[in-house]
Each structure stands twice: as structure tokens, then as C-alpha cells.
């Protein structure tokens, strides 16, 4: 009888449906300005881009937080705006006040946006992911990761983070055309940004769409889930096993439609969603990741113990991947961190 190799990453075997006792732990932004080392590679470079477009740095700090912590991914070091920067768009990150970009809120601007620099402008990404899978163990995967549509042309709108994606959701509404143009045109890239990704060892993605809870219902259903259907199609069509995470952060009760209609393998959620709901509405139909509050990372304490008991005593039952609800703060404590991981490692609090 043919015995197919088992899985040996319980990372994967969470995202083919299966329950793990202890549950995989990776944390959304897990190299970062909270590691030492991550500031002494950052400082070696005039800028956040610099760092994400130079391969050999970028592989280092992905793998900073698996030298320290047990952890069963890395993700690649990289951000989800070098896709509108491959686009020929301006994007700059000035310290401590995030991303800046020229914003495209017009049809010329979205006309003047160009497919031909993006396969070289994305090409420092797919050397790190190179250099990173070379060094891993077989037992711990990479997960590649891209923007959602909706999300990364929310910054590409409004130019900069915003509390209530304002430019972009009026956009929608004055110009859809337009706007569907845009959408458009990042499901086509962010696929292709995707399966190079997979192409290069990436064996798990990732697609955040950090803002997908500022869409009422109908928008909702129209630039979350509609392109982030397709981003999933188009992968899938070139990778049918890659297995997908979505983050629709702030969704609510949204994402049980989102993991209906989308065709991911998992979704991530984020801190508001309850538990039970979570067990019920949502681990029926795909695996989960999440949700602990970043903030109770900073705290620490025997809050922090109680909830991590509670999310394992809730989900680690059925396909789960422990991890935030959002990611890592920079004023996270490593001790925090450490604690975490043992507490999740040793299957109860
Ligand atoms: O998870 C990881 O360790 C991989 C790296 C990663 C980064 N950004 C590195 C980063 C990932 C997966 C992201 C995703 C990302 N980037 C999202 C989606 C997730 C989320 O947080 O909602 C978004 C919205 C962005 C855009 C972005 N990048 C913003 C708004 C900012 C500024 C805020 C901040 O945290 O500084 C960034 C900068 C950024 N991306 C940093 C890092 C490590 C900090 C920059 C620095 O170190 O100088």
C-alpha cells in the first residue's frame, strides 16, 4: 500500500482541516522594532523599503524571531505597500508617522499606474523567500503574503493610513468605475506577486485586508470578498494545493460569508470576534487563526494566562492556528512573548 509521507508541519496539517495538540503558534509582524536585533539591521539602512528590497537583510530579520522563539512559521519580511511602489506609485515610510504615498484618486492617476516595472521591483522579495526557505527546516514552512485589494487601494487613495478609509470608500461611491478599475488591476498584480511568491518557496499565503471593517454590507460583498474571490481563483488556478490564510480584520459576522465565498483554506480573527462564534460559525467551515489582543502581549500578567487558556480551551479542539488579532507592538516585552509561546506549546494555561 502507497503511505503518502505524513505532513510533518503542524502549521499545514492546521490549514488541510486537522486538529493539533499543541496547536501551531506563528504572530502576524513577528520581526520587528520589539527585537533588538531587528532595530541593529533597520538602523544599517536609510529606509523601511531599503530593508524590504535588500534580500540578504530582509532574510535575516525573517528569521530573528525563530532563533528566539518556538515558533512553527516565519512570514517574509516585506510590506504590503511594495506592491503600489512596484506600480510606480511614491511610497515613503517617515519614522513614526507610517506610510506616505502620492495618492491616485482620479482616472488618469489610476491610468498611470504600469504593469511594466513590477516583475523587477518584486523581484528582491522572491530572492528573500529563496534565501530564507534554503535555511529552514522542512518543518517549518514560509508563508508569503500580500495586501487585499481593497486595502492596499485604500492607502493608495487617501495617501497615507486613515481611521476611517474615507477617500477610498467615497471613491467607490462617486467613481466606481474607476475604483473597479484599480481593484482590478491589484487582483491581476497581487496574483501574480502570490504565485512567484509560491514559486519560490513560500508554502502558505497570506492575504491582510486590515480595513476590510469600514465596507458596509453591499461594499462588503463588492471589494472585499468579490476580489479577494478572485486573488484566491487566480492563485489557485496555478497552485490548486497552496493553502490560503485571509485576515478580513473588523469584518465582524461578515467573515462567516467571507469564508463561505472567498475559496481560503483559513481565517485569521481578529481580536472583537467571539470564540464561540468563532468555533461555531466560522471552524465549521475553514481553520482559524487568532485572536489574543496585541495590547494583552504588552501587559502580560495572569490576564494574559487566562486568555490564552480560554482561546485554547475554545478552539485548539478543531483546525486552529494560534496567533493576534492583530500584530506584534513595537513595546511588546520578549519575556511576554516567550511566555506565550510556552503557554501555548504546553497545550493549556
Ligand atoms: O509579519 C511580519 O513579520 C512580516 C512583515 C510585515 C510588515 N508589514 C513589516 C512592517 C507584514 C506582514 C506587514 C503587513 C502590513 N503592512 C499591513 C497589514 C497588517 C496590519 O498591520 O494591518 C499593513 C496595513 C501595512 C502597512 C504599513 N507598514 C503601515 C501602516 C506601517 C506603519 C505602521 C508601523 O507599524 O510602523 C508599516 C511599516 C512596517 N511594516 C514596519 C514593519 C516591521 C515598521 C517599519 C520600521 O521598522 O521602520
Known amino acids: 500500500m502507497l503511505r503518502l509521507p505524513e505532513v510533518q508541519s503542524p502549521f499545514l496539517r492546521a490549514l488541510a482541516g486537522q486538529a493539533n495538540?499543541?496547536?501551531?503558534?506563528?504572530?502576524?509582524?513577528?520581526?520587528?522594532?520589539?527585537?533588538?536585533?531587528?532595530?541593529?539591521?533597520?538602523?544599517?539602512?536609510?529606509?523601511?523599503?531599503?530593508?524590504?528590497?535588500?534580500?540578504?537583510?530582509?532574510?535575516?530579520?525573517?528569521?530573528?524571531?525563530?532563533?528566539?522563539?518556538?515558533?512553527?512559521?516565519?512570514?517574509?519580511?516585506?510590506?504590503?505597500l511594495i506592491v503600489p511602489f512596484a506600480l510606480g506609485q511614491r511610497v515613503e515610510f517617515i519614522e513614526g508617522e507610517g506610510p506616505k504615498l502620492e495618492p491616485v484618486r482620479d482616472v488618469k492617476a489610476v491610468a498611470a499606474l504600469c504593469r511594466e516595472g513590477v516583475a523587477e521591483a518584486l523581484a528582491p522579495v522572491y530572492e528573500t523567500i529563496e534565501r530564507v526557505t534554503a535555511e529552514l527546516p522542512n518543518v517549518l514552512p514560509l508563508i508569503g503574503f500580500c495586501g487585499a485589494p481593497w486595502t492596499v487601494a485604500t492607502?493608495?487613495?487617501?495617501?497615507?493610513?486613515?481611521?476611517?478609509?474615507?477617500?477610498?470608500?467615497?471613491?467607490?461611491?462617486?467613481?466606481?468605475?474607476?475604483?473597479?478599475?484599480?481593484?482590478?488591476?491589484?487582483?491581476?498584480?497581487?496574483?501574480?506577486?502570490?504565485?512567484?511568491q509560491v514559486r519560490a518557496g513560500a508554502r502558505a499565503l497570506q492575504i491582510f485586508d486590515s480595513w476590510a471593517g469600514s465596507?458596509?454590507?453591499?461594499?462588503?460583498?463588492?471589494?472585499?470578498?468579490?476580489?479577494?474571490?478572485?486573488?484566491v481563483q487566480q492563485v489557485k488556478v496555478k497552485d490548486p494545493h497552496i493553502p490560503v490564510i485571509?485576515?478580513?480584520?473588523?469584518?465582524?459576522?461578515?467573515?462567516?460569508?467571507y469564508a463561505k465565498e472567498t475559496g481560503v483554506d483559513a481565517v485569521s480573527c481578529d481580536t472583537s470576534q467571539p470564540l464561540a462564534w468563532v468555533r461555531e460559525k466560522l471552524q465549521t467551515l475553514v481553520a482559524v487563526q487568532g485572536n489574543l489582543d496585541?495590547?494583552?502581549?504588552?501587559?502580560?500578567?495572569?490576564?494574559?494566562?487566562?486568555?490564552?487558556?480560554?482561546?485554547?480551551?475554545?478552539l485548539g479542539s478543531g483546525p486552529f492556528i494560534f496567533n493576534l488579532g492583530h500584530g506584534i507592538l513595537p513595546e511588546t516585552p520578549i519575556e511576554y512573548v516567550e511566555r506565550l509561546v510556552s503557554l501555548v506549546k504546553a497545550g493549556s494555561a
Open 21 to 80: 495538540r499543541p496547536p501551531p503558534i506563528w504572530l502576524m509582524r513577528q520581526a520587528g522594532r520589539y527585537l533588538p536585533e531587528y532595530r541593529e539591521v533597520r538602523a544599517k539602512v536609510p529606509s523601511f523599503l531599503d530593508l524590504c528590497r535588500t534580500p540578504e537583510l530582509a532574510a535575516e530579520v525573517t528569521l530573528q524571531p525563530l532563533r528566539r522563539f518556538d515558533l512553527d512559521a516565519a512570514i517574509v519580511f516585506s510590506d504590503i
Open 246 to 257: 485571509g485576515f478580513p480584520r473588523g469584518a465582524g459576522v461578515g467573515a462567516e460569508r
Open 155 to 196: 492607502y493608495m487613495v487617501e495617501g497615507q493610513g486613515s481611521k476611517d478609509q474615507a477617500a477610498a470608500r467615497l471613491m467607490a461611491y462617486r467613481d466606481e468605475a474607476t475604483f473597479q478599475r484599480l481593484i482590478d488591476l491589484l487582483v491581476d498584480i497581487s496574483a501574480e506577486y502570490l504565485v512567484n
Open 294 to 314: 496585541p495590547l494583552l502581549l504588552v501587559a502580560g500578567g495572569p490576564q494574559l494566562d487566562r486568555r490564552v487558556e480560554a482561546i485554547l480551551a475554545a
Open 215 to 231: 465596507l458596509p454590507e453591499e461594499q462588503f460583498e463588492r471589494w472585499c470578498i468579490a476580489p479577494t474571490k478572485r486573488l
